[in-house]
Structure formats: C-alpha cells, structure tokens
C-alpha cells in the first residue's frame, strides 16, 4: 500500500509555470512507475507523464518540451515542473503509483486542480 499526496495546484495565467509535487508514505524506490494524469470535465483521465524506477521518462505529445517529470527517493516525491502553460492544461492533475507484482497495484493520489487563464 502507498498513500499519495498531490500539492502545487492552482490558479496560473497563460505562459506561466508551476510545479506540483507528489509525497509518497514509503520509499518510492520499489515502486515500478510513478506518473501524472490528468482530467478536464466531461473528459476521461489522460496520461500526462511517467517516470520509472529507473529513471525513464514519457510524455503525451501535448506536453513534450513543456513539462517534466522527476522523482526524488530520498524525499519519497515525484514533481511534475509545468512551464509554458496552455488554457487545455486546465485540469485536476493525479498523481499515480504503479507497482508490478503478480498483478499491477495502481494507487492513485486525490488529484489537484490546475487553472490556466487566458
């Protein structure tokens, strides 16, 4: 079991930046993948970035260049640093813990909200 903890959300304009951070309740270093998501209403959640244990990272298309995926296991937190942001990145953002076992045990955080005005 993993507790996640979304911090960082709120109100931005366009073309600013801000940086969300994901505490874990124990030592992420076991943990397979850890990711963002996100979900605009009336929409379905989406990937936004991963990282894995190893250090490898993904993104959606829509966010390559802009955003980036990093993860701290001493600190036992995942940040998701966003510049340049867009009116579509307004969304809640989850955080997400995928560990592999004898099945995938996904944990998700509460999410935080993203605004990005025009």
């Known amino acids: 079991q993993v507790q996640l903890v979304e911090s960082g959300g709120g109100l931005v304009q366009a073309g600013g930046s801000l940086r969300l951070s994901c505490a874990a309740s124990r030592s992420i270093v076991s943990i397979n993948v850890m990711g963002w998501y996100h979900q605009a209403p009336g929409k379905q959640r989406e990937l936004v970035a991963t990282i894995t244990s190893g250090g490898i990272t993904n993104y959606a298309d829509s966010v390559k260049g802009r955003f980036t995926i990093s993860r701290d296991n001493a600190k036992r937190t995942v940040y998701l640093q966003m510049n340049s942001l867009k009116p579509e990145d307004t969304a809640v953002y989850y955080c997400?813990?995928?560990?592999?076992?004898?099945?995938?045990?996904?944990?998700w955080g509460q999410g935080t909200q993203i605004t990005v005005s025009s």
């Open positions: 997400n813990a995928k560990v592999f076992g004898e099945l995938v045990y996904n944990y």
